[in-house]
């Protein structure tokens, strides 16, 4: 167990629970995985951080924001862009 591989894994654990990854990258990910106690918590909560979201449910439109809110968002954004492009 290495911290780039670790790292990889984590990089890309969204992916791999999802069955995004080519068969191969799973294999050395299982692999990596079985051997690695903290990479195997890091995926036990994932999954489980997945599960609790999947079983949330939108309770109806939330509707507009506020205009106050709307408004400050408005100001944070442009003061972002202008700090962008100094």
């Given at each position: 167990?290495?911290?780039?591989?670790?790292?990889?894994?984590f990089?890309?654990?969204?992916?791999?629970?999802?069955?995004?990854?080519?068969?191969?990258?799973?294999?050395?990910?299982?692999?990596?995985?079985?051997?690695?106690?903290?990479?195997?918590?890091?995926?036990?909560?994932?999954?489980?951080?997945?599960?609790?979201?999947?079983?949330?449910?939108?309770?109806?439109?939330?509707?507009?924001?506020?205009a106050?809110?709307?408004?400050?968002?408005?100001?944070?954004?442009?003061?972002?862009?202008?700090?962008?492009?100094s």
């Amino acid at each position: 167990m290495t911290t780039a591989e670790c790292k990889e894994v984590f990089a890309l654990l969204s992916h791999y629970i999802d069955g995004e990854l080519p068969d191969e990258v799973c294999r050395q990910m299982t692999t990596h995985i079985e051997g690695c106690p903290p990479c195997v918590d890091f995926l036990k909560s994932l999954e489980k951080t997945v599960g609790l979201c999947r079983q949330m449910q939108a309770k109806g439109d939330p509707g507009p924001l506020p205009a106050e809110v709307s408004l400050s968002l408005k100001r944070a954004y442009e003061q972002f862009r202008n700090a962008e492009s100094s």
